[in-house]
């Protein structure tokens, strides 16, 4: 997660509720990294470490990287060091992977990084947001790589819950708020295969393979009043939006956002599923 998201009400609970099928869902991914027994690895974004702890099962070291210290605690209090020996966990802004010295190199001045793989699952779209960041943070994980080691992710690709999108710029656009705003303080970054490919062989990779996958997902049920569901999704992945507002009206645009994506995104037996887009790829840094 990125630096956006430290001070949001992001907690291990809130983030199982409505976030708890992202650990779920990553059978294809981790086929992709296929951990070896001497695997070092690097997982990004790693969260409240549920998929950290499976892979260190499979590998020879883990460090798990991210930016919110609540859920890197949650992870630690759920998987702790005495039955997860070869797992560690650091609170980072992944955006600024390069003043990590003892992460990204191993100091011999070679361009030789101790890494085998770096792995990011369901974050790297929170991580890249920001352009200014965005080829740093792609240097430094080739940097952090041996030779021939690989760089395997998924994230958010090109139309991603777009659905959500509209319906709360809508929300946002119907009291006033400027477009342009709207679009300022958008925290996502959601690219199509054309762009990532080329962002990531800027950066010294080369692609092995890259695509794009339309899966609907099933969010969380709400109850009778029309609470958690979607709009609970909206209120805790969406809160830069709705930092736009006044905090007493925060909810009730999460709520007409709601009810504006009703007609898109509610099954007729009352289950909410949006329009997820999951961009993959395995990238390899060259000897």
Not at 77 to 91: D, G, I, Q, T, W
Not at 127 to 133: G, V, W, Y
Not at 192 to 207: A, C, I, N, P, T
Request: with cysteine; aromatic share 8%; proline share 3%.
């Amino acid at each position: 997660m990125t630096e956006d998201l430290k001070n949001t009400s992001y907690t291990h609970q809130n983030y199982s509720s409505h976030a708890g099928f992202v650990p779920l869902l990553t059978t294809k991914i981790t086929s992709l990294l296929s951990p070896l027994p001497t695997d070092r690895i690097i997982d990004l974004g790693a969260g409240d470490l549920v998929l950290t702890s499976k892979l260190s099962k499979h590998c020879s070291y883990i460090l798990a990287l991210d930016a919110s210290e609540e859920l890197i605690s949650s992870g630690r209090e759920l998987f702790p060091k005495s039955e997860y020996a070869n797992m560690e966990s650091r609170v980072v802004d992944c955006r600024f992977l390069e003043s990590e010295d003892d992460v990204v190199g191993n100091g011999n001045g070679n361009g030789e990084g101790k890494w085998d793989k770096v792995f990011s699952n369901a974050a790297l779209h929170w991580i890249l947001r920001d352009p200014k960041t965005r080829k740093n943070t792609l240097s430094s994980i080739h940097t952090a790589l041996k030779p021939n080691g690989k760089f395997v992710a998924e994230m958010g690709g090109f139309g991603n819950i777009a659905e959500v999108h509209v319906a709360i710029t809508s929300a946002l656009k119907n009291r006033g708020i400027p477009i342009e705003k709207i679009r300022n303080v958008n925290p996502w970054f959601f690219p199509s295969v054309q762009h990532m490919k080329g962002l990531l062989e800027d950066v010294g990779f080369e692609v092995e393979m890259i695509e794009s996958e339309y899966r609907p997902t099933e969010l969380s049920v709400e109850d009778g009043n029309g609470e958690g569901g979607v709009k609970a999704w909206i209120e805790m992945f969406g809160q830069r939006f709705l930092e736009l507002v006044r905090e007493e009206e925060r909810g009730v645009v999460a709520g007409e956002a709601r009810d504006l994506l009703e007609g898109a995104a509610r099954r007729e037996d009352g289950r909410w599923v949006v329009g997820y887009v999951r961009l993959r790829w395995v990238a390899v840094k060259k000897a």
